[in-house]
């Protein structure tokens, strides 16, 4: 993979991958120049592996799309990540699901949401980000311009949490597709939450079609990615390579 100028989707998905191997392979990655989509989820990379990632995320051009879900990352790998995406122009997708993540790392990511004028898909569900967490995320969307989807399903923010989002949504214009939590919550709420997203949908009706959000599309590409069954001969919005072997003629790679 090293310096091939053809490769645009690699989804490495279950494959056992630990922090030793995730090394080696984005070490490779920051010499693809043409790689754009980029899953790694169910792996076990870690805290060494998302320090390799944050490294690779500083050279690579034109990375796009990145799936990290179920690694092990905890915080301490997101340190590395969130000072890397901090400075990136072009990750547009970032899935962090099932890591570990807790308050400081959502306080992280807090931090480069109010910095970050690139990212517009990013999805941290089944973590352990509590209230506190929630609220450094919902604060630094009064000055974000590019989030548009944002899912935070199956942590612990509570309802201080979520009222943290009804105080900072009306000062956000892009944000159009908010998960927060499973249990039911007050219908008032609800109802006021999804009156500040239509809102936004509106507003990004009106620009020009060349503006518009993706979101139609980024959201099918959650629910791709997410709810894969365990088999890896399933489909991953990858195609896989077959039979081609010219190192030259490898556009996807799949296993």
Not at 16 to 42: K, M, Y
Request: proline content about 2%; some cysteine.
């Amino acid at each position: 993979l090293r310096g091939n100028r053809y490769v645009k989707k690699i989804d490495l998905a279950m494959n056992n991958i630990t922090s030793v191997g995730a090394v080696a392979l984005f070490e490779a990655l920051r010499e693809c120049p043409s790689l754009t989509t980029l899953c790694l989820s169910r792996n076990k990379i870690g805290k060494k592996g998302a320090k390799a990632a944050a490294a690779m995320l500083r050279q690579n051009p034109k990375l796009t799309h990145l799936y990290l879900n179920h690694n092990r990352i905890s915080d301490e790998g997101l340190v590395e990540i969130c000072a890397a995406m901090k400075t990136n122009t072009k990750v547009l997708h970032l899935e962090l699901n099932n890591n570990g993540i807790g308050e400081r790392g959502a306080g992280l990511i807090g931090g480069l949401l109010s910095s970050n004028h690139t990212l517009m898909v990013l999805s941290m569900t089944n973590n352990n980000i509590n209230r506190k967490g929630a609220e450094s995320i919902a604060f630094s969307l009064r000055w974000n311009k590019t989030l548009q989807c944002l899912r935070l399903e199956g942590n612990n923010v509570g309802e201080l949490g979520v009222a943290a989002f009804t105080k900072s949504l009306p000062l956000n214009s892009t944000l159009v597709d908010l998960g927060l939590v499973d249990e039911d919550l007050q219908p008032e709420v609800v109802k006021s939450i999804r009156s500040m997203l239509a809102l936004n949908a509106q507003t990004d009706a009106m620009q020009p079609k060349s503006r518009r959000s993706t979101r139609n599309l980024m959201k099918g590409s959650l629910r791709r990615m997410n709810s894969r069954k365990p088999s890896r001969r399933k489909s991953t919005g990858c195609a896989t390579v077959g039979s081609e072997k010219s190192e030259r003629s490898l556009r996807s790679l799949q296993f």
